[in-house]
């Protein structure tokens, strides 16, 4: 059938109507490929709606229902996806990599619901069966949306790409959290250590005896150090700008500046606290 071009859209198919009659397959798939048939499509979190129009002067009304991940659960999801942002810039450019497929799996949620014991749909045709054609035209007819945006199969499980966005900004400012505790830790223990190294040594709780807060400053300038607070405008993306052949440079400087946003205001937070 010529509907899902990519691995995740044949996957979104294969799990859902594999237990669906060959008949009503078949004119599901008559149905999808006529983009008339189905209108009011409405994704939200846990349930698709849309209208199909059969035989009958009136279309049919379908809904389908998904079930929506627990709270802790995709807690520990967001925290393993910001691990890595390169999954995040796949997902924005319309690719589903396969390690996030297998992270859903790994936390016993796929993001691909088996419909071997049944699917949780119905439709207001007089056909009781699940799927009936036109469950399985509504289905067959989302393949092709969800290849161009696999963030639906995200939101269908309980995040919206606006949530997921954000809870992983918050995810990895966390970690950064996590890291300078560790580093502060493993500061305290390298005081104790006698350096071998011929090299001039200076600590900042040193020089802050002898000096005021502005007078540091001043000192450290004459090193070349020079601090100031992360504004909007970042000039060193600027002037690199993005690297050449990407399919989507939109989405990759977003999430680009995202990261280098919190590496900044991170080091700048370490600066203002020489105080």
């Known amino acids: ?13 294969h799990s859902i109507l594999k237990i669906g009659r060959p008949y009503r397959m078949q004119r599901g798939i008559d149905y ?25 002067p009136s279309p049919y009304r379908v809904k389908i ?6 709270n802790e659960t995709w807690n520990i999801l967001i925290k393993t996806l910001a691990k890595k942002p390169i999954n995040l810039i796949n997902l924005l450019e319309g690719i589903l990599p396969e390690e996030i497929t297998v992270i859903f ?5 796929s993001l691909f619901p088996d419909a071997s ?10 056909d009781k069966a699940v799927p009936c054609k036109h469950i399985a035209s509504l289905i067959l007819y989302l393949s092709r949306v969800i290849d161009y945006d696999p963030f639906i199969l995200l939101k269908l499980r309980g995040k919206t790409k606006e949530e997921l966005l954000n809870d992983l900004n918050l995810a990895q400012s966390l970690d950064y959290f996590e890291i300078d505790k560790t580093r502060n830790i493993e500061t305290k223990l390298s005081q104790n250590i006698e350096f071998t190294f011929n090299l001039p040594k200076i600590s900042i709780p040193e020089v802050k005896q002898d000096l005021s807060n502005s007078d540091l400053m001043i000192e450290l300038n004459k090193f070349g150090f020079k601090f100031k607070k992360p504004g909007k405008y970042i000039e060193t993306l600027e002037n690199l700008g ?24 991170e080091i700048y937070k370490k600066v203002a606290n020489i105080e």
Not at 37 to 51: C, V, Y
Not at 117 to 126: D, I, M, R
Not at 245 to 251: D, H, I, Q, Y
């Open 65 to 70: 229902n998904f079930e929506i991940i627990p």
């Open 1 to 13: 059938m010529n509907f899902a071009t990519t691995t995740w859209g044949k996957q979104w198919i």
């Open 117 to 126: 014991n049944g699917l949780n749909a119905e439709c207001s045709c007089p």
């Open 242 to 265: 993005n690297p050449p052949n990407l399919e989507n440079p939109k989405a990759f400087n977003m999430v680009l500046k995202a990261i280098y946003n919190i590496i900044t205001k």
């Open 32 to 56: 999808a490929k006529d983009d008339r048939r189905i209108e009011n499509l409405s994704i939200n979190k846990g349930q698709i709606f849309a209208t199909v129009q059969g035989t009958a």
């Open 105 to 109: 799996e790994e936390n016993k949620y």
